[in-house]
Structure formats: structure tokens, C-alpha cells
């Protein structure tokens, strides 16, 4: 009886390197001997140049500061190995900088997961994986939709933003880094006032088309490692934060160093109310002619450490700013603890 993935673990150039705790791939068959494991990236680059490996997975939290030299280096001496990096959620801004695309096709690395993922997903994306998934019965669809199904664990299907779920574990594991990293971190709650009157007035049809709407906007507020997210209903969060390396990127930031801490939670701020700005004076064209500036907001920011000591701390306070915000008249951002913010 075959076992599950046989025949691409038979085929000499389906061997496989992991680089790093393969704690994070799900499903691993780690007594077959077409995986190999290295602890650390100099032990892999010379394995990669002994031998070759149909793909290699390259765990990103478990590697320096020179995560890109290194890959460089594996790609030129790993002889067409497609790459595949695993990352946690808080690093998936780096993750995507790292894959090649149209716009990169020089990048180091050939895509990413976000971890913990199941080893059949790791494997469908391989070039010398045979069109089947699981079995030599089931069709490479199959792995497509194993992918599909992933994607929508941690995306909104409406928006495309992240959902609830990823927003939390996003959230727990910036903060995490934030506490090691002397970096801050700025929440944004927030949700369209009124928005049941919308549904009833124009039906829902239409209040989808006013979300989609609203989550455009406020990713082009922001900026690309942002992260940006429908946590239910009309509500929506957003996650600012400073990576501890490297420039700022984004809209208007090119060239500028990481934040002092002293500018937090100003610039969140500052983005936050673009963005309520330019939705209050949108034409929102499925409104009808009475759309154009009837669409506000309202919202609250909480930074962390100065306003928590957790996520969890950190999203209470930012939903207390967001109920003060709604009380004091609507269409507002708010500061915790402050009433601080402007209409």
C-alpha cells in the first residue's frame, strides 16, 4: 500500500531542506528520508551545495538579522531549488518583500506561508510535485482549494481584508516583538455610524458595497505593513506599528528612519483622521445622489506600552476610546484615556 504522497517523495528531485523548528508545518513526515532539517543557515547552505533539494523551506523567526544575504546565497549555490519561507504573522510584511513577483522577479525566495501550515500545502507549490494531492487519486484542484480554504481562514471574503482571527494572533504576536524590540504599537477601532440605517435604506447589497468602499480607503491611509483588518459587521481595526529594522515604507515616508517613540500615537492619529477625512467627503455613488458626505466614522486609538501591557489590554483600551468617541457625537477619532481627538 502506497503512503500518502509517495510518488513525489520517490522522485530524486523531491528531496526536501527545512532550515529551522519545523514545528510549524503541520503534518510532517519527518520519518521519511527525502526531508532533511538544519538548525541554522550555514549547516543548510552547505548541505544545498553537497546535495540537491527540490525545495527548501527556510523557517524566517529562526534565522538573524541577515535573513536576505543568506537567501541570496542559498538561491545562487542551491542549483533551482524553489524556496518557500515560513513566518509568523508579524513577519508576513518581510515575507512578502522577499518573493519574487512581476514587478521583483530577482527576489530571493519563490513564496511564503504563514505558520503553522499543513505540509500538503508546502508541497502542492513545488514544480516537482506530480499533479496530485494526497493521494495518487486526487487532482492538483485539491491542493488549490487546500489553499483557498487556508486564505480564508485569516481574510475577510467581503473586503480582503484580514479577519478577526488573524487580527488577534497579529496582534498578540506584534506586541510580543514590540516588548523586545522597544518599538510601539498603535491600535485604530473603528466603525461606520449608523450603519444599520444604510442596510435599511438601501439594503444590503448596497452596505456591502459601502464596506468594500470603506476598506479601500483606509489601506490607501496606510501604510503597507500596516496591517488592516473587518473584525465584524462594520467594524474594522487597524494595527500601526514600527518594524525594528530598516526604513518606513509607505506613501509619503520614503526615506524616513523608524518613529521615535515620542510620535506615537500622533502619526496613527494623523492617519486615522486622512482617513475618516476623505470617506466623510467621498461620492459614494451607491448612496444615490445624497451619498457625497453622508459616511462617517468613528473610532479609538490605544497605543502600546503607554496605554497596556498586552493585546489584550491594548484592544480593551482602544474599544474604551472608540465607545467615547460615539458618545461625545459620532464622526471623531479619540485617544484613550483623554477625549483627545478632533471631529
Known sequence: MKSPNSAWFNNPSS???????????????????????????????????????????????DLDAHLESSLTTLRRISNGSRIILLA????????????????CPNNVADEYFISPVKWDSIISVSPFYPKVCKSDQIPMIEADRIRQLERLATEDDLTGLKNRRYLREFLRQIV??????????????????????YNDAYGHTVGDDVLRQAAIMISRCCREHDVVARIGGDEF?????DRPEGPVSGPGTAGQERRSAGQHPRQA????????EQISRSNLSVLGPEGKGSLTISGGLASFPADASNEG????????ALLEAKRSGKDRIVLVGTGEGSA
Open 15 to 61: 528531496e526536501v531542506l527545512i532550515i529551522g523548528d519545523p514545528a510549524g508545518l503541520q503534518d510532517l513526515p519527518l520519518s521519511m528520508g527525502s526531508v532533511r532539517q538544519s538548525d541554522g543557515m550555514l549547516g543548510a547552505i552547505q548541505m544545498a551545495s553537497q546535495q540537491r533539494f527540490g525545495t527548501i523551506v527556510v523557517v524566517m523567526s
Open 88 to 103: 509568523q504573522m508579524a513577519e508576513e510584511h518581510r515575507a512578502r518583500q522577499l518573493v519574487r513577483s512581476a514587478s
Open 176 to 197: 510580543v516583538l514590540a516588548g523586545t524590540e522597544d518599538m510601539r504599537v498603535t491600535l485604530l477601532l473603528f466603525d461606520i455610524d449608523d450603519f444599520k440605517h
Open 237 to 241: 481595526a487597524v494595527v500601526f506599528w
Open 269 to 276: 492619529l494623523f492617519m486615522a483622521q486622512r482617513f475618516r
Open 313 to 320: 489590554d491594548l484592544f480593551q483600551q482602544a474599544d474604551k
